[in-house]
């Protein structure tokens, strides 16, 4: 009885209107990419997982797209909680993942273990959604490309310590290669693998 | 002065109102009603719902009512609205094997267990205007044979004793692939072709498979079997952990057995090819088995010769809902492009008759 | 039989479709230039008249948007005003014929002559959206071209308009390439508006949706136009300004006045060409009241 309302609470109240808002910032940031974009508060659900990856999650998930979940979140009543609430199925690999959720970033798997999508079809690949404690504060990491006019820098706290050399190779695979989703508090930033991680500030 | 041209907002509401007029016609003659439509246009309704890829009568009806009996534009409306609504999962494999049948035939045995079973069929009428039909002269009850609508055996399960003909091979482990859900990606597997040619236009399929009986792409087709009748659709239910009926179809099964010279891998036999519409709709599902078969080319081995055997050429035109609106499209304006088209055929006009002005003097002067 | 009423969602499309076409979005703009297949449905107005950008709109569009659509960059043709009349319709949202005040424009043929800025979207109509299809028929070789980078047959083709007519003979849906990678086609605009695209502060969208795909270029994209050295891109000029506005320097629609040869030349962007007329500049033809 307890356990059912934990589930069924804390999603989206007006989902038609909250997955357009959520999903309008997200294509925002995936446009504009290392910028911060505030979401307002939409999800608060009652499992571990944050509000603001939760609304993201909420927005893009359903039953068409397996989430792999880190080993912090790969618990029964977070589960269960994107079950109800998305229809999400769960993918056992970072490999066959179309979303992943990471609670842990800093011991993330490296992201060429996830779904880098073909050459045919670079498109087949993980989107990452990370949980991150704050956007800025962390060491500045300074991007160009596409949605970048000179370029665009953000410090996000909690990236794992070789995340230059790892996103170095991910654009290195370009058109192949993940896509990365931060959250923290209920903001959203993104870093598409268009962008180019710039030398020297970091 | 000159003023340029407004009022498109006018111009599309004076034309759907003269549209809503003419679809009413003479006020003095009672409507249509959809019961009318559905009773009496039933063929046509049935096409209008198996390539409109929903299964409701009553909705069909009111497309046929509301597109002024213009089957394609009545299937547009159907399509328009089913794809709005949400999919609550996929129902089981239909069993035509159990099949109540009004219409059961097979050109490749005289008689056969179950028997021949016309139905109400044109094929045995002469097609000679009935006069008859203009008013509402009374017509007499339709006779059923006693002990029809039961499970018959399928021809092919007889061919099958033999060992003479392909089986129905198992179903594949993933899933039944939705044309609806799925970008296209070349080579479709057969499931996914066969439900693009079960939504495919009619007089699309019955061409291309006419042709492969002329010799493009021949494959020596006998209509083994043609079956009309109700079967029940199932849906498994996970949490009941077993299938439950939730309603019946009509359905129209074709399968056309064809010869087949054997291959390295397989041996001579006959092989298949496969048409299911919803609905009584005869003409498509043979013209669908054709070209199934044909479509199989590349999977039994043989040479791929001629455009009914070319699955992207087929399954990328067979819909006649994109067919209809890409070939009607060019009623819109394209101004813009064609002025592009103007100014580069000007200019190439001018450079021509500038290069005929150089060359004529040298004309002249050689004779 | 019974009775029922058919309802429909906020912008028609359910929201698993929506939810699909949005996921698409974000794939396309990760990947500028790269066609991404997506699952279109039907639209209730006939495929090759929109689909596809009707698809994107309704996909983005929330309700405090504010959407412009236009036809050969006009609000009032009939096809503009039909799609404009959809999403009152299905979203009730606000509309406007002005460039600077729209949100979301949806359009088919034209860029306007406005510069966008940074937070406009604009939403193209495609009709074939591979640049190589008319090159080679077959999407499963397009597929392979566009993955090993081999635009050789592309260049080819503009080469042979050069030797045969001493220009490129191409005038609207001019291949551009995206970023020095993927080879777009830009839609039926006119070739005119491919300096447009090039590192616009504006997201742009393009949806086809008949033939499935949808792409993008976000924001401050390079996007250049294919040619050669000795024979480099030019756009379209006209060598009078608008006969209402006087405007220079932008696309024009030659109406045809009379049977007897009678022509003028009138701003095909109708709100550029109200908008300047509004702050006092006259073409030839414009006459002295507004």
Request: net charge negative; glycine share 8%; with cysteine.
């Amino acid at each position: 009885m307890q356990r059912e309302s934990i589930v069924l609470e804390g999603g989206f109240t007006d989902p038609v209107i909250e997955s357009q808002a959520v999903f309008r910032a997200l294509m925002d940031a995936m446009a504009h990419p290392a910028r911060a974009y505030r979401i307002g508060h939409h999800a608060a659900p009652s499992v571990p997982i944050a509000a603001t990856a939760a609304a993201v999650a909420c927005a893009v998930v359903d039953a068409d797209t397996p989430v792999w979940l880190d080993g912090a979140l790969a618990i029964d009543a977070v589960r269960t909680w994107l079950g109800f609430h998305t229809g999400a199925r769960f993918a056992n690999s970072p490999g066959e993942a179309a979303f992943a959720l990471i609670a842990d970033g800093a011991g993330m798997p490296a992201l060429q273990r996830f779904a880098q999508g073909t050459e045919e079809y670079p498109d087949r690949s993980s989107t990452v959604i990370l949980q991150l404690s704050a956007l800025d504060g962390g060491d500045a990491l300074a991007f160009e490309g596409p949605g970048i006019r000179t370029r665009a820098t953000i410090a996000p706290v909690g990236l794992p310590a070789e995340f230059p050399t790892q996103w170095r190779a991910n654009r290195a695979r370009f058109p192949r290669g993940v896509d990365l989703i931060l959250t923290a508090g209920d903001a959203i930033a993104c870093l598409p693998r268009s962008a180019r991680l710039l030398a020297g500030e970091n | 002065m000159y003023v340029a041209v407004k009022g498109g907002e006018a111009a599309i509401d004076n034309a759907h109102r003269l549209l809503a007029d003419r679809r009413r016609g003479d006020r003095a003659v009672p409507a249509l009603t959809l019961d009318q439509i559905a009773g009496q246009l039933a063929l046509a309704v049935d096409r209008v719902m198996a390539e409109g890829s929903l299964y409701d009568r009553r909705l069909a009806a009111l497309a046929v009512k509301q597109a002024r009996g213009d089957l394609i534009e009545a299937i547009f409306l159907l399509r328009a609205y089913r794809t709005t609504l949400a999919r609550f999962g996929y129902s089981e494999p239909l069993d035509t094997g159990a099949m109540l049948v009004e219409r059961r035939i097979s050109a490749c045995h005289k008689d056969l267990p179950g028997g021949q079973l016309l139905g109400p069929t044109f094929d045995y009428t002469h097609r000679l205007l009935d006069e008859g039909l203009d008013g509402d002269a009374s017509v007499e009850a339709g006779k059923i044979r006693a002990g029809a609508a039961e499970k018959v055996v399928r021809v092919a399960d007889i061919l099958a004793d033999e060992g003479l003909i392909e089986g129905d091979g198992l179903a594949t482990g993933d899933g039944p692939g939705d044309i609806n859900h799925t970008p296209v990606e070349f080579p479709l597997s057969r499931a996914m072709r066969l439900q693009s040619l079960s939504r495919g236009d009619e007089g699309f399929l019955l061409a291309l498979g006419y042709s492969t009986q002329r010799g493009y792409a021949r494959s020596h087709p006998f209509a083994g079997e043609i079956r009309i009748g109700e079967v029940e659709v199932e849906v498994f239910l996970p949490e009941l952990g077993f299938a439950v009926p939730v309603g019946r179809v009509q359905v129209t099964e074709c399968q056309m057995v064809n010869q087949f010279k054997g291959s390295a891998k397989v041996p001579p036999q006959f092989t298949r090819g496969y048409g299911l519409v919803f609905g009584q709709s005869e003409r498509k599902a043979m013209a669908m088995a054709l070209c199934d078969r044909a479509l199989r080319a590349e999977e039994l081995g043989e040479d791929i010769v001629a455009p009914p055997q070319d699955q992207e050429f087929v399954i990328s035109h067979c819909d006649n809902v994109q067919a209809t609106g890409f070939v009607e499209h060019l009623k819109l304006p394209h101004y813009v492009d064609f002025q592009a088209e103007l100014g580069l055929v000007r200019r190439m006009r001018a450079e021509y008759e500038a290069r005929d002005r150089e060359v004529a003097p040298v004309r002249e002067a050689a004779e | 039989m019974t009775s029922r009423t058919s309802t429909y969602n906020f912008a028609y499309l359910d929201e698993q479709t929506k939810r699909m076409i949005r996921r698409a979005i974000l794939k396309a703009i990760a990947i500028p230039g790269y066609q991404v297949p997506f699952a279109s449905r039907e639209m209730p107005m006939p495929y090759g008249w929109g689909t596809g950008g009707v698809q994107v709109t309704a996909s983005i569009l929330g309700p405090r948007d504010v959407l412009k659509v236009i036809d050969q960059g006009a609000d009032d043709t009939t096809n503009a005003v039909s799609v404009r009349k959809f999403f009152q319709r299905v979203a009730g949202v606000a509309t406007t014929t002005k460039t600077g005040e729209a949100t979301i424009i949806q359009t088919r043929h034209r860029i306007p002559e406005q510069p966008l800025r940074e937070g406009q979207v604009l939403v193209y109509q495609v009709p074939i959206p591979e640049p190589l299809r008319f090159l080679e028929p077959r999407e499963t070789e397009t597929r392979k071209m566009h993955a090993l980078e081999e635009y050789g047959l592309m260049h080819v083709k503009l080469y042979e308009d050069i030797a045969r007519n001493g220009h490129i003979a191409t005038t609207y849906a001019y291949p551009v390439k995206v970023e020095g990678r993927y080879v777009m086609d830009p839609s039926p605009t006119p070739k005119f508006d491919n300096p447009k695209m090039h590192r616009s502060e504006a997201l742009q969208l393009f949806g086809a949706g008949r033939e499935k795909r949808i792409y993008a270029l976000p924001p401050h994209t390079d996007v250049v136009s294919l040619d050669f050295e000795d024979h480099p891109f030019e756009v379209q000029k006209f060598d009078r300004p608008c006969a209402l506005c006087a405007a220079e320097g932008v696309y024009l629609d030659e109406v045809v006045l009379d049977d007897r040869g009678g022509r003028m030349f009138v701003c095909s962007d109708t709100d550029h060409c109200e908008t300047r007329r509004a702050d006092g500049h006259r073409g030839e033809l414009a006459g002295d009241t507004t």
